[in-house]
């Protein structure tokens, strides 16, 4: 692969530069208690990584429009406190995102996560700073689907469809790229499977962080 082409990279957050799913899920379990729903096994809460919540909520437990968007701002709760904060960077995900740097790329942050969470967790990391856009959905919940925040983070940059490329760790990162015409890359050490992610049909597929970054080397 010649990546020269990208001049700008855009990256998920959640599962790809950061593993948050002791905070997500705790979130998810405090929010479920709420509705009088009993969720031991944190494990079984993993699926909630990736979309957004209000979607997850009606996928996997049938809640109303209105119930999805309580059950969100029960997560909040814990969430803002202390879920954002239960969270790791990957292992070499800083020296990546230098060597990008140091390459000249524009490199842009496009999540579901709420912006406001996401600068905090950036921030947190001391990784922000190799940011030069940080997009997420709003906390009322508009621009959460990934297509969205692609097409706004295109316009906003005025950037060349042919030198973008997304990072990402579920099929949404992979749909969204295939929605708006731009490249991507798929990594296997989030939260989708291999079968979901080869499934959307990636232009690219990496298994580790190490990958990753011999992608661009």
Known sequence: MSSSRYTAVLFDLDGTLTDPK???TKGVQYALAKAQITVEDLDTLECFIGPPLTVSFSEFYGFSDADAQAAVAAYREYYSVTGLYENLLYDG???LLELLKAQGRKLIVATSKPTVFSQTILEHFQIASY????VGSNLDGTLSEKAE???HILEHNQLDKSSVVMIGDRKFDIIGAHANKIDSIAVGFGYGSEAELLG???THYVKTVAELRGLFA
Request: charged share 25%; no cysteine; glycine share 6%.
């Open 200 to 202: 959307a049909e990636p």
């Open 149 to 151: 925040i692609i097409a």
């Open 131 to 134: 940011f030069d856009h940080i």
């Open 22 to 24: 002791t905070g997500i």
């Open 93 to 95: 995900i800083r020296e």
